[in-house]
């Protein structure tokens, strides 16, 4: 068994923040590879499904962020689980937007997330550190990573978030340098092509005839709730 956390505060008004873009790639795997609905477990919200050929738990803590320990405590307590064998989502700002980097161990470098895991469990599990940027002055850091990505971010965070689901197998199978090649080189050929790509044709919406069809809506896939944000 594996533990993937991503990190985030709970509440539709924090869904978009930046510092939940760790919930945001616990939700774009659980939709990628097809995780059964998320239920409420150990103080926080869980899916249990197969990456690969790990069984791994997803887990959202809804504690807020600064009391994540308490929710991943938990689940490492349930399974008997060791520290390699947890994988936790964050938001960093010392990486630029779209950057990635996994590493075992290290310091919390002021995350208030890891600094309540690390309280509950230890130092020397395995961090992937999403880079959303660094706002430049350090008084502004907390409005940065609690305010909403920008509309432009959707750029390179909906790509992003695809090459981390997409590469979530070997992650969870412990190839953390294929993992970090795979996302790098994914968004490496993003940023070569999106020049070449043309403007999409505005979406025609037509809510009052779905609305009346008795069709159940269309699946809304990995990035639903982000394209509602972005506005298309």
Request: hydrophobic share 35%.
């Given at each position: 068994m594996k533990l993937f956390v991503g990190?985030?505060?709970?509440?539709?008004?924090y869904a978009f923040n930046r510092h939940n873009?760790?919930?945001?790639?616990a939700d774009t795997i659980a939709a990628t590879h097809?995780?059964?609905?998320?239920?409420?477990?150990f103080q926080g919200l869980a899916a249990e499904g197969r990456l690969g050929r790990e069984q791994v738990l997803?887990?959202?803590?809804?504690?807020?962020?600064?009391?994540?320990?308490?929710s991943v405590g938990e689940a490492v307590h349930f399974y008997k689980l060791d520290l390699a064998e947890v994988i936790v989502f964050h938001d960093e700002l010392d990486l630029v937007p779209g950057k990635v980097r996994v590493k075992a161990g290290g310091g919390v470098a002021g995350?208030?997330?890891?600094?309540?895991?690390?309280?509950h469990i230890g130092n020397d599990y395995v961090r992937v550190r999403?880079?959303?940027?660094?706002?430049?002055?350090k008084e502004v850091v907390v409005h940065h990573v609690l305010n909403n990505f920008a509309k432009s971010d959707r750029e390179w965070l909906e790509p992003l978030l695809g090459a981390i689901s997409k590469a979530a197998p070997d992650l969870a199978e412990?190839?953390?340098?294929?993992?970090?090649?795979f996302v790098a080189h994914a968004m490496h050929m993003e940023a070569e092509t999106a020049d070449d790509r043309p403007e999409p044709a505005p979406r025609k919406r037509d809510d009052a005839s779905s609305a009346g069809s008795g069709k159940p809506a269309p699946a809304e896939g990995p990035f639903g709730k982000l394209r509602r944000w972005f506005g298309s």
């Open positions: 990190l985030g505060n709970p509440g539709a008004e873009v760790g919930f945001m790639a097809g995780f059964p609905a998320w239920r409420s477990r997803l887990l959202k803590p809804q504690t807020f962020m600064n009391e994540s320990g308490r995350h208030n997330g890891l600094r309540s895991i690390t309280a999403i880079g959303i940027g660094h706002p430049g002055s412990g190839a953390n340098n294929k993992f970090q090649s």
